[in-house]
């Protein structure tokens, strides 16, 4: 049994992805030190009774990606626990950092919290001779489940992360752009008496500077009211002023948001919560960050989704349901791995659960295995495959179900021999333009290879010194100094002759097995660009993977490696790679 997810380092962010679910009669209860301040920080709170799930989060700002350091907890005057951080190196599965070092980490403290009160004392390497990182705290931010026969009975969703929002002027060797991201909770009781409430913790957020948050399609929070400071129809989610966002008062913080809102009138069953950095409000192509009147943050960072539904007319009860298995190292005469994510939407049954797994209908293992805390989980067993097609089903026995017609789920792969991955590079296809068209003649910046590289110097640089949320401040600094010459640490107005382009890269399995899920990594002029997410291959099949990048015109190196980490087995691996000189018009 396994952690369903694990945290590596992506500049573009690492999405949101449930950490907890289930139900209790009882509350969910939040608490926090909020705002950008040196260590060492505390946070004390009370709780009615010992929890039956929680977690500690900490917010700490690293200066840039390649910095490293370290943060200390200690919970309740407990041996502190030390968690190193290695920024863009960095592995551990619950350790989300992107950007340029912005970081919100996860801790388990179900056993260490009780009922009563409680204290949390953060410190990090900040100052340190060892330590190269800024080191000061955004906050720390506590989740607990607790149950209390008093209350009604409340379902809810836990999701972590930590999604990069930025401009392109924040992002790096490749300058896209991050505008969006999203997360969908699932099996909401969107009938009766229920009421609902969502919470979400955002880092890295600047006052004037609108951001938003939707809640299946509608704008949650209320309208800006200063039209000399922002847009007509902006809001301002993100505003370093924590609980506002509904009309409160609210309190200030620096560089960071907790806000809660009432959903209850627009639950349903599938729940879809997306966060926007800003919006082109101006209908010119861009949305602008700086002047009296931006339409967006340069980057801000969703890192925590709580939602929660109560219900007064409802009992406790368990609700199993099993993702779609994945088959992994699925090869004719070799052991295969048969993955199952099982998720309980209700409350935790006393005892184990069997968790079935099936080959062509016919049971070729049974798992028993004590329901998780958090309520996702991984279980996992193996199995010799022959040559062929098959079906793999998973289902979960848990007993005295409210909802049994989720319990089982099921995927169709083909075995035979290892797979052989190879990929091929087409022409670059600039935005707004058809392939093979002659695109319309563009402003080039001066030495792009020349300005690339003293723009990621100059980028270091201001990521190091530059507060986390001073952003408008630093754009206004690199336009200054590398105005026509690095596109890299300037607002998209100012970065001369970069467009859009999209390079399809064609990947082959010429093997004959499926191949599982694997990352193609893409290279622009020897730097690392982009890294896109392939959820798998047939046997004997061809796809097209579409990569964005964001460049100027002219002659470019690319390169592109298909399973750079060697997740899967790989017939031959000389041909995972293809690199050579294309023309982007």
């Known amino acids: ?108 403290c179900t056993d260490q919290l009780r009922g009563g009160t409680n204290t949390i004392t953060l410190t990090t390497s900040r100052g340190q001779a060892e330590s190269r990182i800024d080191g000061r705290s955004y906050g720390i931010f506590v989740v607990a489940v607790v149950e209390d026969d008093g209350k009604p009975v409340t379902r809810y969703w836990i999701a972590e992360g ?84 509904t009309g409160s008062a609210g309190t200030d913080s620096r560089y960071i948001d907790v806000e809660t809102f009432d959903v209850g009138r627009l639950l349903k069953e599938t729940n879809t919560i997306v966060f926007e950095r800003g919006r082109d409000l101006d209908g010119d192509g861009e949305i602008t960050t700086i002047g009296s009147q931006p339409e967006g943050e340069d980057y801000i960072h969703p890192c925590s989704v709580i939602l929660t539904v109560q219900r007064p007319d409802a009992s406790p009860a368990p609700d199993f349901a099993v993702d779609t298995p994945v088959v992994a190292g699925a090869y004719a005469g070799e052991e295969a791995t048969i993955q199952a994510t099982v998720r309980n939407y209700g409350a935790r049954p006393d005892g184990t659960i069997g968790v079935v797994f099936s080959v062509d209908g016919v049971a070729v293992g049974t798992v028993e295995v004590e329901p998780a805390r958090s309520g996702v989980q991984q279980v996992e067993t193996g199995v010799t495959l022959a040559e062929g097609r098959h079906t793999v089903s998973v289902r979960v026995d848990g007993g005295g179900e409210a909802d049994p017609t989720d319990n089982e789920a099921s995927t169709d792969l083909t075995v035979g021999t290892i797979p052989d991955l190879s990929v091929a590079i087409g022409a670059p296809v600039r935005s707004g333009v058809a392939a093979g068209a002659q695109a319309a003649p563009t402003q080039q910046s001066p030495a792009p290879l020349l300005a690339q590289f003293a723009g990621l110097c100059l980028a270091a640089l201001l990521a190091a010194l530059r507060p986390p949320g001073g952003k408008t401040a630093a754009v206004l600094v690199a336009g200054v100094v590398i105005v026509g010459l690095s596109p890299l640490m300037v607002p998209p107005g100012a970065a001369a002759g970069f467009s859009d382009y999209t390079i399809p890269v064609t990947i082959t399995n010429g093997g004959g097995s499926d191949v599982g899920a694997f990352d193609l990594t893409i290279y622009l002029d020897g730097d690392k660009a982009a890294v896109k997410h392939v959820d798998g291959i047939g046997a004997g099949a061809t796809a097209t993977i579409e990569v964005p990048l964001y460049t100027t015109p002219g002659k470019h190196r690319l390169k592109v490696v298909a399973d750079e980490g060697g997740a899967i087995k790989d017939a031959n691996r000389g041909n995972n790679a293809a690199e050579g000189d294309h023309v982007f018009p």
């Not at 950008?36 to 799930?53: D, E, G, Q």
């Not at 909401?188 to 809640?215: E, H, N």
Request: charged letters at 20%.
């Open 162 to 245: 930590n999604e990069d929002l930025h401009g392109e002027g924040w992002s790096g060797t490749n300058p896209t752009r991050h505008d969006t991201c999203e997360i969908t909770l699932e099996k909401a009781p969107a009938t009766g008496q229920a009421t609902a409430d969502l919470t979400a913790v955002l880092l890295a957020s600047t006052k004037g500077q609108p951001d938003y948050i939707l809640f299946n399609g509608e704008d949650l929070g209320s309208p800006v009211t200063d039209l000399s400071l922002y847009p007509e129809g902006a809001r301002d989610i993100g505003n370093e002023h924590i609980g506002d966002a």
């Open 1 to 108: 049994m396994t952690a369903p997810v694990s945290a590596i380092y992506d500049f573009e962010g690492i999405p949101l992805q449930t950490a907890a679910q289930g139900e209790v009669r009882g509350e969910v209860l939040t608490f926090g030190t909020y705002g950008l301040t040196a260590p060492p920080i505390k946070c004390t709170f009370s709780l009615p009774s010992k929890p039956v799930w929680a977690r500690i989060y900490t917010g700490v700002w690293g200066g840039t990606e390649r910095y490293t350091g370290w943060e200390e907890l200690s919970v309740n005057n407990g041996v502190p626990v030390r968690r190193d951080l290695f920024g863009k190196d960095d592995r551990h599965e619950e350790t989300f950092v992107s950007g340029y070092g912005v970081y919100w980490v996860a801790h388990d």
